[in-house]
């Protein structure tokens, strides 16, 4: 193996995913995989599409159902990791996302937003999206040689509240303080070598945003052509764009980072518009 290669290795690590069934789980999962990792994709939707996509490319991978908002599933689903794998060394946090019922437009506003959707966008990205999956497989983690990683997903709307999305934008906001705040706690109270840390990306095309980002015609909505004046690099992005910054915040090159959220976003966070 040569020095880059092992610099960056993330080869038998065991990578446990939320939401393994999304555009950016499974792109990602597809890169550390082929990388060598040993993929573990979890979610309340069928899985089998994304496992039967990742053996295409020879990658060793196990499915479960998961709801990250329950607890117990999930701590029987890390007993079942265990059994299969005797450990996990990544978890990637990527279940979350919105819902209209939580985004004010034209003909709803602030005021009639119902609480029981801000409520449902909260508890799915920040106690489902993070901190739940972050307590079962933390824990497991605390019995690894060499540590392990978290790595949840942020949001641009973490650095600034997103016009519309407050549900969401709060989340993602909590999402990057919890980061943060986990890091510092594992590392003095447990071990150092358990790092975490959160990438924040910028406008990529899902199922989450699309009806915000085009029309029905698949042209930009204003929203959308907003979005790409204040991006400096003029485009969205594309999910295997996340990859290599996962990669290297999984293997020995980040060694020395924890509590950092990492923008993926064209320069979007960099510009004021002026």
Do not use: C
Request: charged share 20%.
């Amino acid at each position: 193996m040569s020095y880059i290669e092992e610099l960056f290795s993330v080869k038998d690590k065991v990578a446990v995913f939320t939401g393994g069934s999304g555009i950016l789980a499974g792109a990602i999962a597809k890169g550390l995989g082929k990388a060598g990792a040993k993929i573990v994709v979890t979610d309340i939707t069928s899985l089998e599409e994304r496992i039967e996509e990742l053996k295409k490319e020879g990658i060793e991978v196990e499915g479960y159902y998961m709801d990250v908002l329950n607890k117990k599933i999930v701590e029987e689903v890390a007993e079942r990791v265990k059994d299969r794998f005797g450990k996990v060394d990544i978890l990637l946090n990527a279940a979350g996302g919105n819902i209209p019922e939580a985004t004010t437009s034209k003909d709803v506003t602030f005021f009639d937003l119902p609480i029981e959707s801000l409520q449902k966008v909260v508890n799915l990205n920040l106690f489902g999206g993070a901190i739940i999956p972050s307590q079962v497989f933390g824990k497991m983690m605390l019995e690894n040689k060499d540590g392990g990683v978290i790595i949840n997903f942020s949001s641009m709307a973490s650095f600034r509240p997103l016009t519309r999305t407050i549900g969401y934008s709060a989340a993602k906001a909590a999402v990057s303080n919890f980061t943060q705040w986990l890091a510092v706690y594992i590392a003095q109270e447990y071990s150092p070598k358990i790092r975490v840390n959160a990438i924040a990306p910028g406008f990529l095309l899902t199922k989450q945003n699309r009806f915000l980002l085009l029309d029905e015609k698949g042209n930009l909505t204003p929203r959308g052509q907003a979005i790409i004046n204040h991006t400096p690099m003029g485009r969205f992005g594309e999910p295997e764009e996340l990859i290599g910054t996962i990669i290297w915040l999984s293997s020995p090159a980040s060694s020395f980072v924890t509590g950092a959220v990492i923008p993926i976003d064209g320069g979007f966070n960099a510009y004021s518009g002026v």
